[in-house]
DNA sequence: CCGGATCCGGGGCGATACTG
DNA sequence: CAGTATCGCCCCGGATCCGG
């Protein structure tokens, strides 16, 4: 999330490579803590609503305000739809739009590649720690 | 990335729920700045080596120091290998592991989504900000 | 019930300077 | 040429309080 308010901050030099990587932008996005979780959960009540009470229930260990943030940043990307019953209490209700859908497509991907592979990745992770280790006792 | 070290952090009651989601964990990977970029680059050189200088050259913006670490972290992991020729000045030099090279695959995926759909995430951005703005003004 | 406001800590990331 | 150490900024994300 390092790139992530628009205007603010001009790049110093005039030219952001970065407009030319829209990867990037994408990985600011789904890169921040909740944000794939909150897709993939709303992608499974899909194509119906989720309240938001039952959104935190769904996403173990997230907080009401960066649920909250989260949510809103997926409404202001066109991902997310939100919708309030202006009852009182007010129930607010959230559900993927057609482009959140196609992401969730593009996630899923990610998902089996990370489900595949990151056992050889933390595998990698222990041999390497383990020469490391080895390697300050001799 | 907020649970990177592996060690270190023991969760503050017993079960840690990102174990089980091994997407979160590879979001915290290719969500760093430069790593995704390291990936396309290694990988339009597959099954080439690329030196470190060269690296650098072709990921523009990268300092010296978060290049060193980004690769440090690919090698970590297993997605790329680091050879060292022992000649003075030292060269090294970086491929994509195979692991590293399926990685660039579900990348691509994700670029591809990226590409087709980052100008409507901007659109709604936009449009969001108008409404902000409108309904400030009245 | 929903979520905004504020305070605060941690860590990614950059600039600079130094080593071999 | 390649890499590390130090410093500092910035911002994500958690806790808490408050408002509608």
Redesign the pocket.
Known sequence: ??T??AH??TP?RGDLFDSQCPTRQLL?RI?????SMAVKVLAQAAPGEL??????RRIP????????????SLVRDGLVV?R?EPT???????RLTELGSSLELALAGLRTWAEDHMAEIDHANTIHDERDASSATG
Chains 1, 2 share one sequence.
């Open positions: 999330m390092t992530r308010s603010a901050k110093v600011d890169g921040t803590k909740w944000t309240r938001f009470a039952e959104l935190r260990g997230v907080s009401q305000k960066m649920l909250s943030v989260t949510l809103h939100r309030v009182v209490p007010p129930r607010v209700h959230y």
